[in-house]
């Protein structure tokens, strides 16, 4: 194609120089003047030949095709944009979080509604954080077997391994010795745990905690040497008991049956702020999403379907398996409270926490808690104290405003009783007040 429009350009460039001279002419003769050229009207090229032309020029400039873009494919083209800038912004995020160690962008906490997520230690009362919780309460466990051996090794065993059925099985085993050592008082042999046993190494040294709480009942670590052979074992050897000491073993073996792994309390970090029409306004930190890399990237892929899922009825198990997904996006929900003198109750809550959770939360946070009052979800949905319903089911996660408002035949019958409710939040609240942003 390019050679034959290389072939026009000649042509017409030769039509253009004037009249042809013979070899055999007169040099000296002077040259004739050119003809006018006659013009040769042109065939309109087809519409087929245009688009011939155009796509020939375009492999020979290496150039695409252009595309006519319909509404969906700015749709598209659209929805891909915004998925790149994402991605750049969580590839930004991520250099971040391996040069400062975290797994976000670090931004001042005076950006974000609530600072983080924190938690209470049971056993020491120390306030701590997400990334804290688990550290510290093994430190904590680990320093109580200064109180009191036999529960921190308890604890140790329920809350350190996370494998509940291999925990009951272990449990069954010491569960066994200690009977055999009741029932065979002077059996020697019952007092005996041989280290090397099978049943011992896959059923019970492997869970933590064991070994500790068998020591922290009197067993002893003792060599003692191997029948024929000459070399010894290890062993963890009972002395000889009192009965009343077998009694109290029996005691602590049901505390370990009884036990329960301990966890941090979430710290609801109770907060009042004046009046605002910024109160639907939340920025949340981090902590309060559940988000891998892979669920993230498959987030993303989520978004760029939704023009085509929009588009497409989809049925009720449909809609519930992705309300389903949703839901699992979150781990905790900030909540707050618009109260009927304007003043705005915050507090925090785990995302499966019960409808009950947030109404004794209120309450508690009540000067007059014994009155009954009702809960507004956005949208309209009251909710009832005795719900069942999760928070993240009533889509209160990661964040709502709900409305209150007291119960209307009891506020009528204070009312008529010349009683008015004036102080609603405690003062031990009201006293750090602030100002929502």
């Not at 017409?12 to 042809?20: D, E, L």
């Not at 059996?187 to 068998?214: A, C, D, H, M, P």
Request: hydrophobic share 35%; glycine share 4%.
């Amino acid at each position: 194609m390019k050679k034959f429009f290389e072939e026009i350009k000649k042509d017409v460039k030769f039509k253009s120089a004037g009249p042809g001279k013979k070899l055999t002419d007169d040099t000296g003769s002077k040259p004739q003047a050119p003809q006018a050229a006659r013009s040769v009207p042109k065939k309109a090229p087809t519409e087929g030949a245009q688009r011939a032309g155009a796509a020939a020029l375009a492999r020979i400039e290496q150039q695409p095709r252009p595309k006519v873009l319909t509404s969906q494919d700015a749709i598209r083209n659209q929805v891909k944009r915004e998925l790149e800038a994402e991605a750049a912004a969580t590839a930004a995020g991520q250099k971040n979080a391996d040069f400062e160690g975290s797994s976000v962008p670090q931004k001042d906490p005076s950006y974000f509604s609530v600072s983080g997520v924190y938690f209470i230690c049971p056993l020491t009362g120390k306030t701590i954080t997400k990334s804290e919780r688990e550290s510290h309460i093994k430190e904590a466990i680990l320093m109580w077997f200064s109180e009191d051996a036999v529960e921190a090794s308890i604890m140790m065993i329920h809350t350190f391994n996370k494998d509940k059925e291999k925990v009951k099985a272990a449990m069954d085993i010491i569960c066994k010795y200690i009977d055999n050592i009741c029932k065979n008082l002077t059996e020697e042999k019952y007092r005996k745990i041989r280290i090397s046993n099978k049943v011992f190494q896959e059923k019970v040294s492997r869970i933590e905690g064991t070994r500790e709480y068998l020591q922290a009942l009197g067993f002893e670590s003792t060599m003692l040497p191997v029948d024929g052979e000459e070399r010894t074992e290890e062993y963890l050897v009972l002395p000889q008991q009192e009965p009343e000491a077998l009694e109290q073993m029996k005691v602590h073996l049901e505390c370990l049956q009884k036990g329960e792994p301990i966890r941090a309390k979430l710290d609801r970090q109770p907060q009042v702020f004046r009046p605002s029409q910024h109160a639907t306004n939340f920025e949340l930190p981090p902590d309060f999403y559940n988000m891998t890399a892979e669920e993230l990237k498959r987030e993303q892929q989520l978004k760029s379907e939704m023009v085509e899922r929009n588009a497409v009825l989809r049925t009720k198990a449909m809609r519930e398996k992705e309300e389903q997904r949703e839901r699992k996006k979150y781990n905790y929900a900030l909540l707050r409270v618009r109260l009927p003198d304007g003043n705005i109750l915050q507090g925090t809550f785990l995302a499966w926490e019960r409808v009950a959770a947030l109404y004794q939360f209120v309450r508690d946070s009540l000067e007059n808690g014994w009155q009954p009052f009702e809960l507004v979800a956005p949208g309209g949905q009251k909710l009832k104290d005795d719900e069942e319903l999760a928070l993240n089911e009533c889509s209160l996660a990661p964040a709502a405003l709900l409305t209150f408002s007291w119960d209307a035949a009891v506020q009528a019958d204070i009312t008529a009783a010349g009683g008015k409710t004036t102080v609603l939040i405690k003062p031990a609240l009201l006293k750090n007040i602030k100002t929502l942003c």
